[in-house]
């Protein structure tokens, strides 16, 4: 079956550690997303990626980073700079847009900061 | 700014009672919009999308939603609720880019 892995499901992570959550598609997608869940604030997007080898900064990308290496992994480094890094992380793809952009999600990572 | 608002935070609903979930967009062009579905500590499904043509869609669970150009709405429905309805809903508007804009949410209570 197609479809969208991360790992792990639940992170945790002591207080000035990087960490790095897996991001895997099989659905053969060009565009790949990490989002961040708070909430009440519904969805923030932090990183997206349109091609291999190329990514753009999204609306919270500070403190993150990411690369796109290959067109089916999208990992999402979350680094000692994030000030409150504790939140559910979101991945999703989609194909290259046509006419609407409809983005699948995976099952997300849970992080917590200890 | 592109923006979408879900009005109600938390709604309570019997079951076998009708549901209808509020969304409020505000963007310049003709919008595509998504209804997305989130069981808890799950990632988002898909419920329904629409992008051109017939202003009431069908999406998957039973789920209907109206596009209204003269609102600036796309509100979802459902005529009878089933317990394993209760979850996070979120609506989210295509900004005509690779991005998406999602409302805050609303999470639906389901009582017996």
């Known amino acids: 079956d197609g479809g969208i892995t991360q790992s792990p499901k639940y992170l945790f992570r002591k207080e000035g550690q990087n960490v790095t959550l897996s991001c895997e598609q099989n659905?053969?997608?060009?565009?790949m997303y990490w989002y961040r869940q708070d909430p009440g604030q519904g969805l923030r997007l932090i990183y997206y990626s349109q091609i291999v080898n190329d990514f753009q900064k999204g609306d919270i990308a500070e403190g993150y980073s990411v690369s796109r290496e290959k067109k089916e992994s999208f990992p999402l480094t979350v680094t000692s700079a994030q000030k409150n890094p504790t939140a559910f992380y979101l991945c999703?793809?989609?194909?290259?847009?046509?006419?609407?952009?409809?983005?699948?999600f995976g099952p997300g990572t849970r992080l917590t900061v200890l | 700014a592109q923006s979408v608002t879900q009005p109600d935070i938390h709604i309570t609903v019997s079951e076998g009672a009708s549901l209808e979930l509020r969304c409020n967009y505000s963007?310049?062009?003709?919008?595509?919009l998504f209804w997305y579905v989130q069981s808890p500590g799950q990632g988002l499904q898909l419920l329904l999308k629409y992008f051109s043509g017939d202003t009431l869609v069908q999406g998957i669970k039973g789920f209907e939603a109206e596009f209204k150009r003269s609102q600036s709405s796309f509100n979802l429905r459902k005529p009878s609720v089933h317990w394993s309805d209760a979850a996070e809903y979120f609506c989210a508007v295509d900004l005509n880019d690779y991005k998406l804009s999602f409302g805050a949410g609303t999470t639906v209570t389901v009582r017996a």
């Open positions: 659905l053969n997608h060009d565009a």
């Open positions: 963007y310049g062009a003709t919008p595509y």
């Open positions: 999703a793809s989609s194909t290259k847009r046509t006419v609407y952009n409809e983005q699948f």
